[in-house]
């Protein structure tokens, strides 16, 4: 069973969506728990997206660690965007992530 974390930005982007899409984001963090690599890979095995209707969730998976990370949300418009900037912040997601293990 993986634990499964959000960023600020995450939590931030999700607030804004309806009652409806936030309670299937909720359900995809309960599937993450069983299985993080049902989605689908973004040029590495560890980095995925799950469509959500029109918008895309994206998250890192730390196998070694038993956790999932999830760190963006995004419309077709903005993925691109969404997806150079996670590669970009890829060493600062896993520092993020020691320090959330290291609260619990």
């Keep these: 069973m993986y634990r499964v974390y959000r960023t600020e930005t995450?939590?931030?982007k999700i607030r804004?969506?309806?009652a409806e899409e936030q309670k299937r984001i909720e359900n995809?963090?309960?599937q993450l728990k069983e299985n993080p690599f049902v989605g689908k890979p973004l040029g590495y095995r560890f980095f995925r997206e799950k469509k959500v209707g029109g918008k895309r969730i994206y998250y890192l998976v730390y196998d070694d660690?038993?956790?999932v990370l999830?760190?963006?949300v995004s419309d077709k418009?903005?993925?691109q965007a969404t997806i150079d900037m996670i590669?970009?912040?890829m060493p600062v997601y896993y520092e993020a992530i020691k320090g959330y293990l290291q609260e619990s």
Excluded: G, R
Aim: proline share 0%; net charge positive; charged share 40%.
């Design 10 to 12: 995450f939590d931030k």
């Design 16 to 18: 804004k969506l309806s």
């Design 28 to 30: 995809i963090e309960q």
């Design 65 to 67: 660690l038993k956790v």
């Design 70 to 72: 999830l760190v963006a």
């Design 77 to 79: 418009k903005t993925q």
């Design 87 to 89: 590669k970009e912040n």
